[in-house]
Nanobody
Framework: QVQLVESGGGPVQAGGSLRLSCVASGFIFGTSAFAWHRQAPGKQRELVASIEAPGNTNYPDSVKGRFIISRDDTKNTIYLQMNDLKPEDTAVYYC???????WGRGTQVTVSS
């Protein structure tokens, strides 16, 4: 079955960096597109990055220039490099298989000022 397993979250101070990973299985990875979303307490889930199979990426203005999404098709893994983190980046971060109903369970990122 389809599985998406995130890791790499944790506490970090403002200005710091984290790299999230999402290991995928149960489908053909190389032709699939993925996204990272996040959800802060009391807020709606929002897109933070997406990547298509050829590697085209997309970011909202809130993270553009700070976050980088990438993929390693040899490891069936999606990454989210997060730099210059801010307290408002605090949220649970989820990996999603685009154009499908499948989500990971999420990993908590907490940025302290």
């Amino acid at each position: 079955q389809v599985q998406l397993v995130e890791s790499g979250g944790g506490p970090v101070q403002a200005g710091g960096s984290l790299r999230l990973s999402c290991v995928a299985s149960g489908f053909i990875f190389g032709t699939s597109a993925f996204a990272w979303h996040r959800q802060a307490p009391g807020k709606q889930r929002e897109l933070v990055a997406s990547i298509e199979a050829p590697g085209n990426t997309n970011y909202p203005d809130s993270v553009k220039g700070r976050f980088i999404i990438s993929r390693d098709d040899t490891k069936n893994t999606i990454y989210l490099q997060m730099n210059d983190l801010k307290p408002e980046d605090t949220a649970v971060y989820y990996c999603k298989l685009l154009r499908s109903p499948y989500w990971g369970r999420g990993t908590q990122v907490t940025v302290s000022s």
